[in-house]
């Protein structure tokens, strides 16, 4: 601890700005009363939406399941009370866009009964890791630092990959969020057994805490728990945003960096929030699934700021009105952090399982400043925690040279907010980044569209070469059989001279397609006429002109699959280059 | 498609507060000792010339948002800093028509037509002064030698005016007032033969500590190399430049001065020569610093440092003329995206995905 704590920078870059964690820190967590209408998302994570699995009218009972996960990378959603299903309508939510959701609105009844199939796991210790896992997955369990990324997904590592280490995420980098540091001090036995589980689900053996030093009490109460755990230990860490990213965090423990596009477990190790993992503890234990979290409710424009348990589905305005309401001079209201979060429109937004702050901020702490053009200042250089060049990123994302864009690693920014924070000249760098991932999106969204539109113009276009392909064969065989006939009517012995080009010319596939067909046909014509005259001394000689017949008909065939599948190989190249 | 939204609200919700105008007036007040000291030097005229300067390159920052139907830019007082800066690099009785020629040349060549600040290629104010240097050369090379404002032999605000405006010295001769600067004055004579230390010693006086002071003949802000590198060391430890691009434009100067001084003395000035005559200094921290114009990366900005240092001394040794700062700064802010381009940093996990 003492080493880290002298160490300024544990990684690259970072920012600090003005913390305000004094408003909320000291304020004991609180619960809240019943909302009297709950809004719960069904999408609430990472990963694909969920299924409705309740109608309107229908009474669920807390706990029970409203939306099934469609979908490996997905997570149920469950009743956070007990009520009536009143609506399942797209609703407003706190996201970026600005998007509805689909929401299923539940009118509370005040009873809150719990669904009394719920079980945990006895003697969980000894259970099959797996078995924890599941009960995971089912109780809907998702990274509550703010990514909701199904929490069972990174308790399963990938086939050769082992996690050595599990990195606890009590780092709270984000200014004003205090609900972290409240959880780990009043709640430090949840977190501790949470830990323990994990552990075991993951069969992983040493945990450390990463906490930054702003949090004392914190550090403390853990560091008290785990007193005589030598596996588990707290490590405090000196105050920079963004520690608590993933990778950053990683970095700063351990001083190795996961692989760009790669997984932590790449490098040993496995993170969880400490919410996460207190909610784990619940969902093992008790079998409670995940229907509520800690939101810190704060900025210099709330009137009473706190710490509150509160439901999903919880409207933002009821949680203003239990914190007494915004004062005249907020201007903005943010869901999240103040680096990351995302600004709310409408107040009826609903907590769900992302939403770790709720900040009433004024026009002291929300910056509205001109935007100016960049002066190449290399600031955002120097403060991006993953060492992009933002100020480049920015230039091709706004002139929409996507590529370049891409080329200088627009993917590896984590939207972390470093860069805007530093820039003098005020440029939404992170917007940019946004609007050049959209546009991409969109666009290869558009691409994959017209592969498909291509691929049906290629068949429809073959179909049509294939029409005409016939009409002309049998405009040919009709020739031919004009011809037969009057060759047939001239001499009946007299070879066809229709078989001799065919041979000749093979790899002309549709001239040899129309030829074979035509001698097919003069042949059959001839076999007609023969049939009809009753001729039979003709025989060997008809013979032997339809094997010749039927040798080049096969030849043109071959020919033909032969190009047809050259065609395919050409069209498929064209396809892969335009990828 | 997405669509900007023109009213961006989006994260981060606060910001550290640095601001264009922060920047720009803070590069002015680390300017400031400086200056005032250039002026307390040379009197009335070098105080006119920036007046000048300065006042030219805002009214044509003005008078080109005007045309372009802009909101005037003047606030985040680039302009100024562009005059401030250029004035510092003319000598102190430059005619006002080359203070105005050099500030309306600086800005709507150096800066609007490229599409305005943080889109052009050169430092306004060293492009200026290489144009007006090269177009008038004589009121470009004229060095009246330090005349104390306090000091009984100073100019009169009347007789500055009549300098600036008229160039009218009264009963002064030209002679009696201008000096080589020790620049000059090395390349001058030894290109007559002289040993560098008869050069220096023996006809000006020449003496470190003076010069470092600011007590020699030379542009307005070129006199004093202590109080610029302090004015510069500020600027660093408030974060606002960092000590790449000085310190490796310094070294750049003087390591090969130093290795060519020790092979042979007599014709190659001391290291330390280099550092406290001319723009060394000021150009090191002032100019080749200038943001829009160098490189953003680390790495980047110690090339390009260490190649206006090294361009620096091989003008002053072989070029054509005695200072070379201006020049190789401007010939490196050709390099810089280039520079950039190849200098990328490695980003986080990439040297691991590498390995894989
Ligand atoms: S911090 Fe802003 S002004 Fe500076 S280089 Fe980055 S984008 Fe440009
Ligand atoms: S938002 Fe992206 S580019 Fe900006 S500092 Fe964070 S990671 Fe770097």
Redesign the interface.
Known sequence: MGIASKIRRLF?GG?H??EYKDLSENCGIEAMPMPERLFVPLHQHIGAPCDPCVSVGDKVLKGQVIGKPAGFVSSPVHAPTSGTIVDIKEHTVGH?SGLTMLCAIIDTDGADTWLDTLKGIDDPMNAEPSSLRDQIRNAGIVGLGGATFPTFIKLSPPKGKVAELLLINGVECE?YLTCDARLMEEQTERVIDGIHLTLHALQTKKCIIGIENNKPRAIEAMQKAVADEPNITVQALPVMYPQGGE?QLI?AVTKK??????LPV??GVIVHNVATIAAISDAIRDGKPLINRLVTVSGLGINRPANVDALFGTPVQSLIDHCGGLKQETK?V?M?G??????LHYMEAPVTKGTSGL?A?TAK???E?Q?????????C??AC?????P??MAWFSRTEQFDMAKD??LY?CI?C??C???????I?L??YF??AK??IG?AEREARQAEISKKRTKIKDARVVKEQEARAAKKAAMKAKMAAKRKASASATKKPAATDSTAAGDDKAAKAARAAKAAQAAKAARAKKAAASGDAGGDDDKAAKAARAAKAAKAARAAKAAKAARAAKAAKAATEQSE | ??Q?SLN?????????????P??MKTVIYALMPATALSVVMFGWPALLVILLTTLSCMVTEWVFMKIRNRASTLD?YSAALTGLLLALTLPPHTPWWVCVVGGVFAIAVGKQIYG????NMFNPALIARVFLLISFPVELTTWPIPVDIFGPASYGLYDSFAIIFSGDYGSLSMDAITGATPLGQYRMETGLGKTVQDALYGLYNFDHAQVAGGLVGGSIGETSAALLGLGGIWMIRKKLI?WHIPVSMILGCIVPAGLFWLANSTVYPDPIFHLVTGGLVLGAFFMATD??T????FKG?LIFGFLCGLLTWIIRTWGGYPEGVSFAVVIMNTAVPLI?QYT??????????TE?
């Open positions: 690259h920012v700005p003005p970026p200014p990778k970095e960096q996961v692989p760009s596009g790669g790449d490098v903005r943010v999240g103040p680096m990351m979060g995302v600004t900040l901020m702490e929300a910056h400043e935007e100016r053009p960049c002066i190449r200042c290399g600031s250089l120097q925690p993953v060492s992009l060049m100020t480049e200088y690693n590896d939207e907010g470093s805007a924070y530093v820039c003098p000249s005020n939404p992170v917007h946004r609007f959209l546009s969109a | 498609m997405a900007m961006v609200i989006s994260s981060p919700h606060v910001h550290g507060g640095d601001s264009i922060k920047v985040d305005g600040l943080g889109n960092t943001m829009v160098s490189p953003v990366t900005q950039d990328r940093p490695t980003i986080y996990g990439a040297v691991k995905k894989q």
